[in-house]
T-cell receptor, first 117, second 118 residues
Framework: DTGVSQDPRHKITKRGQNVTFRCDPI?????LYWYRQTLGQGPEFLTY????????KSRLLSDRFSAERPKGSFSTLEIQRTEQGDSAMYLC???????????????FGPGTRLLVL | AQTVTQSQPEMSVQEAETVTLSCTYD???????LFWYKQPPSRQMILVIR??????QNATENRFSVNFQKAAKSFSLKISDSQLGDAAMYFC???????????????FGKGTHLIIQP
């Protein structure tokens, strides 16, 4: 078990550029979550996958944001036409979802810190 | 929508002493999960303790325990015998019970910065 990994760990970009982040969940986990954390705040939920299906999107996820999990393993989060307000830590988490409503713990990755100049 | 409130932006405790971090939440649901996560400086978030709302018994994990008051919608974290390694941001989080048709993410509070004084 190598834990949740994210790449890159840091990204600096200019306003208007596109950026893409990658998340590799714990191998047997079927659920994958993306969160955004701004300075001094708790993480805010963005979107969630169960296997390859994107089941929920927060209203925080504007049209410039898109997430994929094509084979139900790793996931990518792309931000198009970045804005300074997109500067934040982007966290990925994974869990093993089971039937019957039992909620497994979400395990977090180290995050990707984005700075938009 | 659920909300989580952590009213203490910062707490300080002497090493080896006990400290309690407060968390309240607002929900209309009867079945849910509550969590405390720890985020050390520049390190990833890790789970400290979790509580299922249907369980009346308070969860404990070694030096960490919770006081879960469902009627009051309160979920405080007690850290006994504080250690220097406990210094971190602590986040309280809420999650609905998975209905099977979809799942919300965690709803977090703003966090409490815990300082351990040697």
């Amino acid at each position: 078990d190598t834990g949740v990994s994210q790449d890159p760990r840091h990204k600096i970009t200019k306003r208007g550029q596109n950026v893409t982040f990658r998340c590799d969940p714990i191998s047997e986990h079927n659920r994958l979550y993306w969160y955004r954390q701004t300075l001094g705040q708790g993480p805010e939920f963005l979107t969630y996958f169960q296997n390859e299906a994107q089941l929920e999107k927060s209203r925080l996820l504007s049209d410039r944001f898109s997430a994929e999990r094509p084979k139900g393993s790793f996931s990518t989060l792309e931000i198009q036409r970045t804005e300074q307000g997109d500067s934040a830590m982007y966290l990925c988490a994974s869990s093993l979802g089971r039937t019957g409503g039992y909620q497994e713990t979400q395990y977090f990755g180290p995050g990707t810190r984005l700075l938009v100049l | 929508a659920q909300t989580v409130t952590q009213s203490q932006p910062e707490m300080s405790v002497q090493e080896a002493e006990t400290v309690t971090l407060s968390c309240t939440y607002d929900t209309s649901e009867s079945d849910y999960y509550l969590f405390w996560y720890k985020q050390p400086p520049s390190r990833q978030m890790i789970l400290v303790i979790r509580q299922e709302a249907y369980k009346q018994q308070n969860a404990t994990e070694n030096r960490f325990s919770v006081n879960f008051q469902k009627a009051a919608k309160s979920f405080s974290l007690k850290i006994s015998d504080s250690q220097l390694g406990d210094a971190a941001m602590y986040f309280c989080a809420y999650r609905s019970r998975d209905s099977g048709g979809g799942a919300d993410g965690l709803t977090f509070g703003k966090g409490t910065h815990l300082i351990i004084q040697p």
